[in-house]
């Protein structure tokens, strides 16, 4: 089977810009979260999905959204770009909510 | 969900076992105790879970205290693929899939 899978890998964006990853959780999962990842402040939870409704949500601001779709898949969005945006982005999947979960390659966001 | 210490850095042999500590003294009674490691540049790798009973799969063995305060992630036979960041993590499976994840503990396995 395979395992989670996001796009891109790699992503350089200038500030003020807006970006969209993408996540493929693993065939079945319904339940998708999402992570950053920073030198400084480690992993962060974001947000997480169920049933296309989001059921947790981190303590970010409204810059970063995301949604979930019918097959699961899901997106997150950053609008206006900053600096400090920087990070690996990391996509989780589970089959329902509360099981364990299995983690993406991450997508690296590099903001200049 | 209650907070976990782990020590930051520990080194093993290869071929040794690894104990990994982690103390949760405020753990509540359905608060499991979940370990996850990343090695470096990887998304975390799910390791293993538990509550209150000592588990055991394929890559390691979760042993819980009697008064589940703390627990000891062992991996059997160490090798080089293990050098890693291990984390320890506390959660209540009712409130979803949200991970706090702390500093772990970064494993270096040594020939």
């Known amino acids: 089977k395979a395992g989670v899978t996001q796009t891109p890998r790699y992503l350089i964006k200038t500030r003020g810009q807006q970006v969209t990853l993408s996540c493929s959780p693993i065939?079945?999962?319904?339940?998708v979260s999402w992570y950053q990842q920073t030198p400084g402040q480690g992993l962060q939870f974001l947000f997480e999905?169920?049933?296309?409704?989001?059921?947790n949500k981190g303590n970010f601001p409204g810059r970063f959204s995301g949604r979930q779709f019918s097959n699961s898949r899901s997106e997150m969005n950053v609008s206006t770009l900053e600096l400090g945006d920087s990070a690996l982005y990391l996509c989780?999947?589970?089959?329902?909510?509360?099981?364990?979960?299995?983690f993406g390659p991450g997508t690296r966001l590099t903001v200049t | 969900d209650a907070k976990t210490t782990q020590p930051p850095s520990m080194d093993c042999a290869e071929g040794r076992a690894a104990n990994l500590p982690c103390n949760h003294s405020?753990?509540?009674?359905?608060?499991?105790v979940y370990w996850y490691r990343q090695i470096h540049s990887q998304g975390p790798q799910y390791i293993i879970h538990g509550l209150k009973n000592n588990e055991t799969n394929e890559m390691a063995s979760l042993i819980i205290t009697e008064d589940r305060k703390s627990s000891t992630l062992i991996l059997p036979h160490a090798t080089l693929r293990d050098t890693a960041v291990y984390y320890c993590i506390v959660r209540v499976a009712a409130a979803g899939n949200k991970l706090t994840f702390g500093g772990g503990t970064r494993v270096l396995v040594k020939p």
């Open positions: 065939s079945g999962h319904r339940s």
């Open positions: 999905y169920f049933s296309e409704t989001q059921r």
């Open positions: 405020t753990i509540s009674g359905n608060e499991y």
């Open positions: 989780a999947s589970s089959l329902e909510l509360a099981d364990e979960q299995y």
